[in-house]
Structures are given as structure tokens and as C-alpha cells.
């Protein structure tokens, strides 16, 4: 068993808590909102994922650090604008641990990928994304799927692959950090266009 941080209550971050708290794990997520952590831990709801009943090992916090402190590590998983600001408000709890970003897009002023987002505000961090074809619905109720998760240290990949990898989840490991992100910001572009009719 493993302690793990999100950091974000939306449909993604309590889809990946569920699969991991299923896995047997203790996880932790941070929202910003009160109503939000009130639904997870009295009424054992997410709005965003309706019909989910949220599993026993999750508990949410409006406080990083105590999300944060013991975790073995943390997934960021907050929509891409408000990376900068959010990290900058938990980097000082980081120290060693593994950072995961989970969220997709580009930081719309400096068109810098999400991994250059945390590696500014902290140089030393030690930085992996995931990714995949999947769907938090899907992932939330356990439909078998597969990630993607890269990083350039060798530990953080072996420890990733170990703690999601189940019977409904396959994790494959790459080291093109640059590509996982780019490939994960161009699918919410495309996706955009689609539902927004162009034919650009």
C-alpha cells in the first residue's frame, strides 16, 4: 500500500483516486472547495461523476500539506491555467517527491508545456506526466484501459508502473517526456476543434 496526493477534485483526479484506492492504495486529494471535499467525505459523491460511490481509502482536504506530507508521491491534476498558480502554492511541501502531471494543455501565456511549468517555480523537481487513451468515467468504474507514463528518472517510472498497473489497467513507461506532453496538448486542441465544428 501505498500513500498517494492529487492535487484537484475534478472527474480525472477522483477517477485516477478511485482505480489507485481500489489498488489497495491510502490517497489523499486537495480541492479548493469546501463543498467539493464535503461531498467526498460525508456524502461519498462526486458531482462530476455521477453514481460513484466514493471508495473508503480517499479523504479530501482543503490543506496541501496535509495531503501532501506523507505521500510517496503527487499527481497534478488541475485544468492547465491555473498550473502555475496552484503549484506555487504547494511547492514548498514538495521536496523529493515525485511530481506527476496528469492535466492537459499548454500554459496559454507562455505556451510552455506543463512539465516547464513546474520546472520553472521548481528546478529541482523531480517530474513525470501521464497520460493515456482514457476516460474518467471509464477508469472510475474500471473498464480496462491503458496509460502512458514518462519521466526521465528510472525509479519514478518503475514506482508508477507498479502502483496503477492491475488487471483493468496497463501502464507503459517512456523517457520522451516532451512528446507524452505534446501528443496529450494536441488531443484537447483537437477535441476542441471537433466540438467546435471547424474543419481546420
Known sequence: MRK???????????????????????????????????ALNEERKCKFLPGLEIHKNITCYNDFEEVIKEAEFILHVTPSKFTREVFKQYKQYVGNKPVIICSKGFEKETLKTLDEVILDELPTARVGVLSGPSHAEEVSIAIPTVLVVASQHDDILEMLQE????????????????GVELRRSFKKYYCFLCRSGSRH
Not at 502502483?163 to 516532451?178: L, P
Open 4 to 38: 498517494i496526493g492529487i492535487i484537484g477534485s475534478g472527474s480525472w483526479g477522483v477517477a485516477l483516486a478511485t482505480h489507485l484506492a481500489r489498488c489497495g492504495n491510502e490517497v489523499k486529494i486537495w480541492s479548493f472547495s469546501e463543498e467539493e471535499r464535503k
Open 163 to 178: 502502483t496503477f498497473m492491475c488487471k483493468e489497467m496497463r501502464i507503459y513507461t517512456s523517457k520522451d517526456v516532451k
